[in-house]
């Protein structure tokens, strides 16, 4: 029997906001991927607004940031507490391994945190700087172009956050395998 059957309300609710939460950030995220960041490189796009497209990558960048760590963190929460509910010290073999899955989870989905300060740092900077060019060459009643770095920093940006929605999606199917598909996982509570 899937093990969400033999849980109590509390872990039942934890495990449905964790899942829904995880699948809910892999979904943001790569949709900034395969929407926002390819429609900027779409060649048919008309070159006024070709030319502020790192304006309009940091307006999609400030807001995901805004949005997708809160969730993510409370996501990995709702795990956590469904893993740390489970049976404690002496429990079964399955249930250890159940635990250890949504600890898993967990990580997984907060780890869209240090992704981003570490593995997307330097190409964020460089996108955020392009744009704050962008603005002052506007300001300045300058034309402003898109230039290759740009286009090539959005590719890269692309690519790294593609990587980025991976995490939670993966979460996203451990829970779903700990909860719906481990039939090996005896009552758990």
Request: charged share 15%; proline share 5%.
């Amino acid at each position: 029997m899937p093990a969400l059957v033999n849980l109590s309300s509390d872990v039942r609710i934890a495990a449905a906001l964790g899942l829904c939460g995880s699948a809910w950030c892999s979904g943001a995220l790569m949709c900034f991927t395969f929407g926002g960041g390819s429609a900027l490189l779409d060649p048919s796009l008309p070159a006024a607004a070709a030319a502020q497209a790192s304006l309009l990558w940091r307006q999609l960048y400030l807001r995901r940031k805004a949005k997708i760590p809160p969730v993510g963190v409370c996501t990995a929460l709702a795990f956590a507490y469904a893993a740390y509910k489970l049976r404690k010290p002496h429990a079964l073999k399955a249930i250890q391994r159940t635990r250890k899955t949504l600890a898993l989870a967990a990580l997984l989905t907060v780890s869209i945190v240090p992704y981003t300060l570490i593995i997307m740092k330097h190409t964020n900077a460089a996108l955020l700087a392009k744009s704050t060019m962008a603005e002052e060459r506007s300001k300045k009643g300058l034309e402003t172009i898109l230039d290759a770095g740009t286009k090539e920093l959005i590719k890269k940006w692309n690519a790294l956050n593609l990587g980025r929605g991976t995490l939670p999606l993966l979460a996203t199917g451990l829970a779903l395998y700990a909860f719906f598909f481990d039939e090996q996982t005896p009552e758990l509570l």
